[in-house]
């Protein structure tokens, strides 16, 4: 049998709402049923990232880091999106 490799729709939202705590960015996550790998993909970060920062891991200072923490709402976007 082949498999298909379909990719996931992208959600119309694929961030976390700005301002939140590594534990409200989860629960939001978890209440939306996201999976963290399939945000972590439609935002190019590698998924370890966010689970390190949801964690309490990682602060999210730089690189991935900082970008991953404002996918989940931990930091304010720089540049918002038009």
Known sequence: MKRRN????????????YPQTPERAHAW????GIAVADLARWNNLPRLVL?????????????QAHRAAIVLGLKPDPEPMA
């Open 51 to 63: 689970v390190d920062l949801l964690r309490g891991r990682l602060r999210g200072h730089r690189g």
């Open 29 to 32: 996550i978890k209440a939306h």
């Open 6 to 17: 379909n990719p996931v729709a992208r959600p119309p939202t694929t961030r976390v709402p």
